[in-house]
């Protein structure tokens, strides 16, 4: 396609205008952007802004002389955003991720992702194809760093964007008001997460609902209230409302904390439900972030790679989604109910990674500006 009938599209509602002083710091684009509907997605989105400086951060769908002039740096984010649905296929939308690469791969840097376990054989290696070429490759997982290293990609190990927030980044208010709502209070209360599973992440969803259930039922005979965050409400495929509607006609009492609901901005709504907890269980990756990035410390039930990480790394307890004992979860929610995590470290370290990435890409745009 002649790059001149391709477009631009913005995260922004309202037009466009590039004003850069070409000593200054790069203007910087998102490629591979997920959902403002995932409030984990949605955090990143926010911990970017933060970490570029910018308030205005364009969502770049396709490439054409506007963009060339007004982007200097695109900035491949969005976690799992490689996901290839089939392993032993590679899908449309797999390719046409990768072709993003290729518009201008100098001034292109990926950070802060995971490669997920349905990205191998020939998709994995089409993938470190795409990314040696790039400016920059930046991961939050040992398991991704290890993968792409072997394949000969020059990869940098980080952790997560969203560790670039703080606790004083979550809505206190709107989250005492959605416990309130439902009747709790967050000083006694097991937050959960909790996820519908597929083909790319094989977990046993009847088996894992059951678990669950019976790990809220073994929390409320030791006097907790337990509840469901609905973390995610993009579509059929990336939502927990059933689940969490299936939870509640096993667990009588269960309560629901929504934060899409009201006016406040749901993933600093979700983050003050996190960080308010008793303890919170999670099964989305981003719950336990949250939690760590407010300086305590979670209890995970992985499902990938990026989940085990917490685990690996950072000493997270907990057990994997598929196989995980609810009697034993429910005594580590207990156990570290009162434990602190530094996260100032982590806070640091992905500051620092994403400076020195832009650096790399922004030294490409201004030998460009500079011609």
């Not at 519908?196 to 609902?209: A, G, K, L, T």
């Not at 678990?211 to 409400?233: F, N, P, Y």
């Amino acid at each position: 396609m002649n790059a001149r009938n391709r477009k631009i599209e913005w995260t922004n509602a309202t037009p466009f205008k590039v004003e850069r002083d070409t000593h200054g710091p790069a203007f910087a684009g998102l490629l591979h952007f997920y959902s403002l509907d995932n409030v984990g997605d949605a955090a990143i989105f926010a911990a970017f802004q933060r970490l570029s400086g910018q308030n205005c951060l364009p969502r770049v769908t396709v490439w054409n002389d506007k963009a060339e002039a007004g982007i200097d740096t695109l900035i491949s984010v969005g976690g799992d955003i490689f996901n290839n649905g089939r392993p032993r296929l590679l899908t449309r939308r797999f390719i046409e991720k990768l072709s993003h690469m290729r518009w201008t791969p100098k001034r292109t840097m990926s950070f802060g992702q995971s490669i997920p376990p349905s990205c191998t054989g020939l998709s994995l290696r089409l993938l470190a194809w795409h990314l040696k070429r790039i400016s920059s490759v930046t991961v939050r997982d040992v398991a991704s760093a290890e993968k792409l290293g072997k394949l000969g990609v020059d990869v940098t190990l980080s952790v997560d964007s969203a560790f670039a927030l703080t606790a004083k980044d979550g809505d206190e208010v709107a989250a005492r008001a959605a416990y309130a709502d439902a009747g709790i209070e967050p000083e006694n209360t097991v937050v959960f997460s909790i996820r519908n599973f597929n083909r790319m992440y094989p977990v046993d969803q009847p088996e894992f609902i059951a678990r669950i259930a019976e790990t809220m039922e073994h929390l409320k005979a030791k006097g907790c209230d337990v509840a469901v965050l609905i973390q995610a409400d993009v579509n059929d495929d990336d939502s927990d409302r059933a689940i969490a509607r299936q939870l509640q006609d096993e667990v009588e009492g269960l309560a629901i904390l929504d934060p899409f609901k009201g006016k406040g901005t749901p993933w600093r709504v979700a983050f003050g439900i996190v960080d308010l907890a008793a303890q919170v269980i999670g099964t989305r990756y981003h719950t336990a972030v949250f939690r760590m990035a407010a300086g305590k410390m979670p209890i995970g039930l992985w499902y990938s790679n990026k989940g085990e990480d917490l685990n690996v790394r950072f000493g997270v307890p907990g057990a994997h989604a598929g196989d995980f004992d609810p009697a034993q979860i429910a005594d580590l929610a207990l156990q570290y109910r009162d434990i602190g995590f530094n996260s100032g470290p982590l806070r640091k370290r992905v500051i620092e990674d994403f400076r020195n990435a832009l650096a790399v890409s922004s030294s490409t745009a201004d030998r460009k500006i500079a011609a």
